[in-house]
């Protein structure tokens, strides 16, 4: 369900991710989304990562952030 929702907001931003003129408006663009996941998400916190021992735990900004950066990047380039 979260991945689902992640690509559905990612869609729903990209337009205006591609219109940010400074890095600092496509910074806030991923802010945006990060948060929006995350309030969702509820307690679990909406970005979760799997160790090395099978656990997942939950990331923070800086991975989520990353990980909404490369789908904004990667759908602007034509991949999916």
Not at 28 to 51: S, Y
Request: proline fraction near 2%.
């Amino acid at each position: 369900m979260g991945n689902r929702r992640l690509r559905v907001l990612v869609n729903l931003n990209l337009q205006r991710y591609a219109e940010a003129k400074t890095r600092v408006d496509k910074s806030n663009v991923i802010d945006l989304i990060v948060r929006q996941i995350r309030e969702a998400a509820g307690p679990t916190g909406g970005f979760v990562k799997k160790d090395p021992d099978g656990e997942w735990f939950v990331v923070g900004n800086s991975l989520a952030r990353d990980k909404v950066g490369h789908q904004l990047r990667d759908l602007q380039k034509g991949k999916k």
